[in-house]
């Protein structure tokens, strides 16, 4: 599965900032428009999003902590206005947090086996101040509904509560718990069925055979998770026909003849069978070299990861997203060129990992991947941003 490129890949970025005036100008117009109101629901046509007939470029940050960290309205304005400020679009955020003690801002509570959403003001009202912030700075949200990591809550903590084990994949395949999650989702989701600012739900953060212990029942298969992928999918849509629905995954290729990780299926993923799924409108993946083992040329194996992508994107005709990547040195260098890969392949759109903005409580979590507004990669987001926009109206 893993392709060489072979037009050789040559970097469009310099010179950056000077640049990033210009192409910001000849779209400041549109810009101007898509940023004055969020109204009606994006679609997918082809390879594309659309709205209102027209190509709507999915573009912008990762910001998982917008409501989870117990942020004020105004941090939340501010959190927006930054990521705007490149020109961004889209924003995805995490629209789960599932507690056993309640603690701060959380969605879900735990008691003996037994799941209580919290509406309240620490709860699902929260979430409606994150999509108002986001949409007063024309950003539209990516929402994640669970975790295939422990980090707020997630999956384990389904199946720790209903199924009395800690098998991981579990959360995929036993009946309990799929049902439970579907009350979940069906409780989120609902709340939001006539809101524009929502771009997609997505099912999962990152769904894998195993999660953050590594333990797992040993029957967990690639075809497993496209059949949960399957049947989640067509239950959002069942309940929300507004709303587009996405993964959330890594984007793994499933080719047991590579001998390269992200290739070869060892995580339970197939992504082009997921990509085929019907009720699935549009692809994701992810893109961490240096954590995937990809250490010798970690910037050429992600332009390549990236063409990959493509490739299949255009087999499929569907969307597809890099909706997180990352590299924590040498940034601009890494992210020119994924940048650059992204317009010249045709990838329909993608989201850094991750903002970050300096708020009246302190700087936002940092964990090694965050730009803030000062920070050099800042400015070749704002330019990147605008080659997509351009790349897509032409
Ligand atoms: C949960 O179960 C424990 C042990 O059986 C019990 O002591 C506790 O009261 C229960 N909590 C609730 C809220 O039912
Ligand atoms: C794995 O699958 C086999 C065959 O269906 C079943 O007998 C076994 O109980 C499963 N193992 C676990 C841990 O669920
Ligand atoms: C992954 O899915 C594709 C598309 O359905 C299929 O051709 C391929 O054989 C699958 N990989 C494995 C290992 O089954
Ligand atoms: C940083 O990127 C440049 C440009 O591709 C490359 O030549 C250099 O080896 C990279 N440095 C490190 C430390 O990875
Ligand atoms: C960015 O601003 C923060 C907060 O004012 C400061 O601590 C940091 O050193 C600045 N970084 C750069 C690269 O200027």
């Not at 994006?42 to 912008?60: A, C, H, I, P, R």
């Not at 003690?101 to 037994?114: E, K, R, V």
């Not at 995937?292 to 332009?303: A, C, K, R, S, Y």
Request: hydrophobic share 35%; with cysteine; aromatic share 12%.
């Amino acid at each position: 599965m893993r392709l060489r490129s072979v037009i050789p890949f040559v970097t469009a970025f310099a010179p950056l900032v000077g640049a990033a005036s210009i192409v910001e100008r000849k779209h400041a117009a549109r810009d101007a428009t898509s940023t004055s109101a969020v109204t009606g629901y994006v679609k997918t046509s082809g390879q594309n999003f659309v709205l209102d007939g027209e190509t709507f470029t999915v573009v912008g940050a990762n910001s998982y902590w917008v409501g989870l960290t117990g942020l004020t309205t105004s941090e939340m304005d501010q959190t927006f206005s930054d990521i705007a400020a490149v020109g961004a679009t889209a924003v995805r955020t995490w629209g789960f947090n599932d507690v056993t003690t309640p603690s701060g801002d959380y969605y879900q509570l735990w008691t003996n086996g037994t799941a209580t959403v919290n509406y309240g003001p620490t709860g699902l009202e929260n979430f409606d101040n994150v999509v108002a912030a986001a949409k007063a700075y024309g950003i539209r949200l990516i929402v994640t509904l669970t975790n295939n990591w422990d980090n707020y809550g997630g999956m384990d903590v389904y199946v720790s509560e209903l199924t009395g084990t800690d098998y991981h994949d579990y959360f995929y395949s036993d009946p309990v718990v799929i049902a439970a999650y579907k009350t979940y989702v069906n409780a989120f989701v609902s709340r939001y069925i006539d809101e524009p600012g929502i771009l997609a739900w997505e099912l999962a953060n990152e769904p894998r055979c195993a999660g953050s212990t590594g333990v797992t029942s040993g029957n967990c298969t690639a075809p497993l998770i496209t059949s949960w992928i399957a049947e989640m999918s067509a239950y959002i849509h069942s309940i929300d026909s507004n709303h587009l629905v996405g993964i959330g995954d890594e984007g793994f290729f499933d080719d047991p003849s590579s001998t390269d990780y992200p290739y070869q299926g060892g995580e339970g993923i197939n992504f082009t069978a997921n990509l085929a799924v019907p009720t699935i409108d549009f692809g994701t993946a992810h893109l961490y070299p240096l954590s995937w083992g990809e250490t010798e040329d970690p910037i050429e194996w992600g332009v390549e990861w990236i063409e990959n992508h493509a490739t299949a994107q255009k087999a499929q005709n569907k969307p597809v997203l890099l909706e997180e990547f990352g590299i924590t040195s040498n940034k601009t260098e890494t992210y020119e060129a994924w940048y650059s890969a992204i317009v010249s392949s045709g990838l329909t759109g993608d989201l850094i990992w991750q903002a970050g903005s300096y708020l009246a409580s302190g700087p936002t979590p940092n964990d090694g991947y965050t730009v803030y507004p000062n920070d050099t990669v800042y400015g070749l987001e704002a330019y990147a941003a605008g080659q997509l926009k351009a790349r897509n109206a032409a």
